[in-house]
DNA sequence: TATTTTGGTCTTTTT
DNA sequence: GACCAAAATA
């Protein structure tokens, strides 16, 4: 085999570094570090674990880092690797380092652990069969792959639901189990205890779709670096150093990935934060952390402790809270700057009534904030779950403050957009079943499900691929004339396309497709009312795609990164998910939504044992953290969740804050009178909350409510609801009551919220 | 075959 | 209430 990596001109000399090697004048990007976080950097030999809390300068290490191995000519950019989790994170170091070092960042392997078992398996992919234009599969295509191996078996989807048999697998690829390797024992009684052997042919039905699913994309990597060991020679000799970022959400296949490449040169650095370890659910390891001792000889530990980042009060507030877990490597976080900094403002908390009313005051603090000049932009709405993003959004838009959202619905995974991206990639790759089929009769074709499932059983039994069964049952007379002409006009079309790939720029490629498919067509005919706004996704889809020069390298974009990335610079808000928040800081952070059930979620709570618990408390302090100067955090006391209305409480997050570091403000004009619960005023309630451990909001009154409730309510009677005015019920069913409001119409609500009137 | 109706499940968090 | 899948209907 040829050895792509031999085009080292200059290799560099081994050298020990030292600071005081040389007479070079030092850098101010070195200078200006604080000592530990020099150490991290000057430290480049040897395995390094850099315990870095949050805001302690973590990024900046990891780049001044790489800066210094380049500038030391320790290594070239293109020996060494670094990994982050996100693309986001990838594109922002990529652009610090070549801000120190200029376009020699180019040359590094930067990217997220799957992006680069991608270019790995590009080139060295037949070793584990599978050919270098393989297509990664995403969620739905994964679904429904494993869902035809769970028919095709007759596996009762109802009773073992494709998601759960998908998640124990995705959990295996995470721990680096193949199928030969899962045990019965761990398999358990899963879809009817069938599930290692639908597994393995899952996995063989992606072999023979040429295809990869994301954890493939690190396991295939293991395969092959554990059964070839030239190749693994090769990579562990090119990276002399390697840098990890977000290590504590490292799961079992990347430590075991990390731990084989790094075998040759021992130079493995890597920075986490135990405190904010929130990916377990995705298979993530707190252990990972805990082990590299073990497993790493003599590795150099280097705390950061150091906060640049947030005022001495949400400091206090975020150690104070994260002290409440036990399973934990502790560290404490110092403010960096002189002893006698602003304790800056407190953390205001605020209690509402209801969802809207959160997202109106949240706004309204917005609005006051950019009245006195804050930027928008340095502001941030953090909530728990996608769905608590829509009344915020309304919210905006009735009040015309522009916003942005992160990580909401994912543009490319819009169904036209993944549409448009299926007939690329029929043109790329011939033998990508799963976008044939969902292409071939979209726009419709007359191509029903009863030709397709006699395509599918003819493929089956000769071995072919969609596409090129068809065409050959197109031969014969196994087709309604009819299907026949349509589904031969398909297949002559993607041949003619694939033709002009070559000699036409994608972009214009796409829009010629969507044009004579008849694809756009079909929106244009749609009168429903989101058709326009596919038209225009469309259309910005083949406007995105005239950054690319290739189809294979736009495809790999769409299904490694799945956002697009267009971000305008406008002055916005940001939205997203506390998840998605990790990494950044803001100088203004919202975090609505601190109620029991929802923060800590209920899923959390349910699932037995602190763990679950800790990893919410954990998100808890990921969230504090992110801000500079100023943190509100409001629960609501009702919450709409499927069209009932719930009555919450705070969350015990609420409780946990230290009493000198945060203020509560109450409703008064609009709760005042209203709402008997509220109206005594927050701090009086918050004072005995801590040692009765039952939050007085919710305290007497309602929960009298509830008890009493049972059986008070009957049909006819006359009752008063806080939202909904005057009303009379029409229906009683348990606890849930359908009343007809004077004013509101049929609603259905919960007992505890009205009262006879 | 295509469209409508019904009935069941939902919401954590993401590469 | 929204979304999906399967059944019923045109």
Known sequence: MSDPFTLDDAPPPAVIPSPASGPAPEPPWLTSLNPEQRQAVEV???????????GTGKTRVLITRLAYIIGRRLAQPRQILAVTFTNRAAREMRERVAGLVGPMAESLWLGTFHALGVKILRKHGELVGLKSNFTILDTDDQTRLLKQV????????????????????????????????????????????RAVDLYRQYQERLTTLNAADFGDLLLHCLTLFQDHAEVLAEYQDRFKYILVDEYQDTNVAQYLWLRLLCQKHHNLCCVGDDDQSIYSWRGAEVGNILRFEKDFKDPKIIRLERNYRSTPTILAAASHLISHNTDRLGKTLKTAGDANTEPGDPIIIRGVWDGPEEARWVVEEIEAAQSKDQKLASMAILVRAGF???????????????????????????????????????????????????????????????????????????????????FQLCETDELRAQTRKSLGTLITDLARWRSLRETMPPADLAAQVLDESGYTDMWQRDTSPEAPGRLENLKEFVGGLEEWDTIPAFLDHVSLVMENDNQANDDAVTIMTLHAAKGLEFDTVFLPGWEEELFPHRRALDEGGGAALEEERRLAYVGLTRARKKVFASFAANRRIYNQWQASLPSRFIVEFPEDCVEHISDSGLMGSAAPGFSGGWNSGWQTQKTSRAPDIAGDTWQAHKRESAGTYQVGMRIFHQKFGYGVIRAVEDTRLDIAFEKAGQKKVLDSFVEPA
């Open 150 to 193: 769970m028919e095709a078996e007759g596996i009762d989807h109802k009773k073992w639901p494709v998601q759960v048999l998908l998640g124990a697998i995705q959990r295996w690829k995470d721990k680096g189990l193949t199928h030969d390797r899962v045990t019965s024992a761990m398999a358990g009684d899963l879809a009817a205890g």
């Open 388 to 470: 608590q993003m829509l009344e915020f959004e309304e919210r905006f838009i009735t009040t015309g403050v522009p916003y942005r959202v992160i990580g909401g619905p994912r543009f490319y995974e819009r169904m036209e957009i993944r549409d448009a991206i299926a007939y690329l990639r029929c043109i790329h790759a011939p033998t990508d079943d799963l976008a044939f089929e969902r292409v071939v009769n979209k726009p419709k074709r007359g191509i029903g499900e009863a030709s397709v499932q006699k395509v599918h059983v003819f493929a089956h039994s000769a071995g072919l691929s969609l596409m090129e069964a068809a």
């Open 44 to 54: 480049t030999e040897g395995p390094v674990l850099v315990l870095s809390g949050a």
